[in-house]
């Protein structure tokens, strides 16, 4: 039986998502921005959308913005705000643990003339409060931070850092990466004091290639995509109604039921943690997301380990997905202190609704012949 543990890096699509984007591409399949009936039919779709996810988040349907996904959402984020706010200050702060699809966009800033501050983090991943508190200056135009990390799930206190940005300077934006979070963690942007917040579809069984992000109503930002006027100006391009059809059933779903489907997912998951703790030499870097376990394997490489475990069809991750083919030392497990005998074994198990404490057992089984086999072969 194939047992897939990488849900932080995609899900299988729910039923539901599936029978909303065939109908909107079999029935509804006109250009929202066409004046017929068909066109109709196709912006009332993604009307249906915009209020169904501003209702998960209680916002207003004009602040949701749909995007290709959440490299697009951190990147329109990001860049939209400095752009934004370069007059008024050109300083930005985040973390050191934040996904590539923030960093990156950091990096391009930095040689834009741009000073970023990297905030350090614990052992266990959460930023240090202090330190933020103590860099926010009065030219700081944007704070990014996510909402749960997706390599370790650390769960950031997402909260307290609005109430600290906002106190230190009332006009910093506060954007939140939520793409890990969004649907498993309650996250409500107005009692938070965030201004932004990004999301990606397929992170809770809806399609890949669409997203969000929400702009608090006033936000400054400058739109990235322009050309043809869509969604007032913000995100030129036709939508992608099937795709959004399918997030917004997906956001339905998994956001609407949120307190139910996240115990679910974590019983599992704590299962899975307390078997595999039974494994010697192994350190659980596990944070307070319900859906991700990183376990580290003293003295194993982690992709001998992951190929090994895909041989007995036992699917899991080394990291993140989206740099899985650029080979790195973690940013993550290094700014979290993990000695490198544990950070080169590093895999990351991520569980979703469809998981059982069955395949827990199946995966348990395979770890405890091949764990103590691969060691056999480690140089001395």
Do not use: W
């Not at 990606?200 to 006033?218: A, D, Q, T």
């Not at 895909?310 to 790195?328: D, K, L, M, Q």
């Not at 395949?359 to 103590?372: F, K, M, N, R």
């Amino acid at each position: 039986m194939a047992v897939y543990l990488d849900n932080a890096a995609t899900t299988k699509v729910f039923p539901e998502v599936l029978e909303a984007m065939n109908e909107a591409m079999e029935v509804s399949y006109g250009n929202p921005s066409a004046k017929h009936t068909k066109g109709l039919e196709a912006e009332n779709i993604v009307k249906e959308a915009r209020s169904v996810i501003a209702g998960t988040l209680k916002a207003k349907e004009k602040e949701i913005i749909f995007t290709s996904g959440g490299t697009e959402s951190n990147n329109m984020a990001i860049v939209g705000t400095a752009m934004a706010n370069k007059r008024r200050g050109r300083h930005i702060i985040t973390t050191r643990i934040e996904h590539a699809s923030v960093y990156e966009p950091m990096f391009y800033l930095e040689n834009e003339g741009f000073e970023v501050t990297y905030l350090n983090v614990d052992e266990k991943g959460i930023v240090d409060l202090k330190q933020l508190s103590d860099s926010v200056r009065e030219d700081t135009t944007l704070v990014s931070i996510m909402l749960v990390n997706n390599e370790i799930g650390a769960v950031e206190p997402v909260k307290e850092i609005g109430s600290i940005v906002k106190e230190r300077n009332p006009n910093t934006v506060f954007h939140v990466d939520a793409i890990q979070g969004y649907g498993k963690i309650p996250v409500i942007p107005k009692n938070e004091n965030i201004d932004l917040l990004s999301m990606s579809g397929h992170k809770i069984h809806g399609p890949k290639g669409v997203g969000f992000l929400y702009i608090k109503e006033k936000t400054k930002i400058q739109p990235l995509i322009l050309g043809g006027g869509q969604q007032k100006g913000m995100r030129s391009g036709t939508e992608n109604v099937p795709g959004i059809a399918g997030l917004s059933k997906a956001c339905e779903i998994m956001a609407g039921h949120l307190s139910e489907n996240a115990q679910k997912i974590g019983e599992v998951r704590d299962y899975f943690r307390d078997q595999v703790a039974k494994i010697p030499d192994i350190k659980d870097n596990s944070g307070d997301a319900p859906h991700v376990a990183s376990i580290s394997f003293k003295n194993i490489r982690s992709e001998v380990l992951l190929h090994a475990l895909e041989e007995r069809e036992i699917y899991v991750s080394s990291g993140s997905a989206c740099s899985s083919n650029r080979p790195h030392i973690s940013g993550t497990l290094t700014a979290i202190g993990l000695s490198p005998e544990y950070r080169d074994g590093t895999l990351r198990f991520s569980f979703s609704v469809y998981n059982t404490k069955e395949e827990v057992d199946q995966v348990i089984t395979a770890l405890e012949e091949l764990v103590p086999m691969l060691r056999k072969f480690v140089r001395r």
